[in-house]
T-cell receptor, first 115, second 110 residues
């Protein structure tokens, strides 16, 4: 079945540590996105990538980094510079080639907590 | 300011009691309005896309409608399995930017 796989499901970070969240898709989608979801707030965009080897900052990119070396993969690193990383992180993809207003499809998220 | 507001924040219904969820937006240059369902601990699941005012989409007990300033998600004769958080997202001029509301948490009691 085609879809988006995020791992791990739960992740704990120690102070001063960088952690990497994995996102893999087999939908052959060009565009991929990372969002952060906090209770009572809408999803906020961290980074997005329209094509391999290219990515753009979203609204809350500070303290995060990404790479897009393969079409299928868009890992997110939460660095020690992100002082409030506790949240539910969602990865999404879409296929703009079928039209610019194609919907995003989401993985099942990674919940990151501070130890 | 581009913004999406959903109301109510939470809604409790008895099984079979129909109601509507609201999504109002002030995003310029609407390209699409999207409804998602999100279960606890899961990612959002795509339901509908609406592109222009007057458009309607239906799926089982759900019907989504769109005007120039808002969208409604009508739930007819809901069942307990319809309990979830319903999210609305609006895509504006920048087709990579999606503005999300904070969601309506629906609880349907048997």
């Amino acid at each position: 079945d085609g879809g988006i796989t995020q791992s791990p499901k739960y992740l704990f970070r120690k102070e001063g540590q960088n952690v990497t969240l994995s996102c893999e898709q087999n939908l052959n989608h060009d565009a991929m996105y990372w969002y952060r979801q906090d209770p009572g707030q809408g999803l906020r965009l961290i980074y997005y990538s329209q094509i391999v080897n290219d990515f753009q900052k979203g609204d809350i990119a500070e303290g995060y980094s990404v790479s897009r070396e393969k079409k299928e993969s868009f890992p997110l690193t939460v660095t020690s510079a992100q002082k409030n990383p506790t949240a539910f992180y969602l990865c999404a993809s879409r296929n703009p080639g079928q039209g610019h207003n194609q919907p995003q499809h989401f993985g099942d998220g990674t919940r990151l907590s501070i130890l | 300011e581009d913004q999406v507001t959903q109301s109510p924040e939470a809604l409790r219904l008895q099984e079979g009691e129909s109601s509507s969820l609201n999504c109002s937006y002030t995003v310029s240059g609407l390209r699409g309005l999207f409804w998602y369902r999100q279960d606890p601990g899961k990612g959002p699941e795509f339901l509908f896309t609406l592109y222009s005012a007057g458009e309607e989409k239906e799926k089982e007990r759900l019907k989504a409608t769109l005007t120039k300033k808002e969208s409604f998600l009508h739930i007819t004769a809901p069942k307990p399995e319809d309990s979830a958080t319903y999210l609305c997202a609006v895509q504006g001029f920048n087709f990579n930017k999606f503005y999300f509301g904070s969601g309506t948490k629906l609880n349907v009691k048997p």
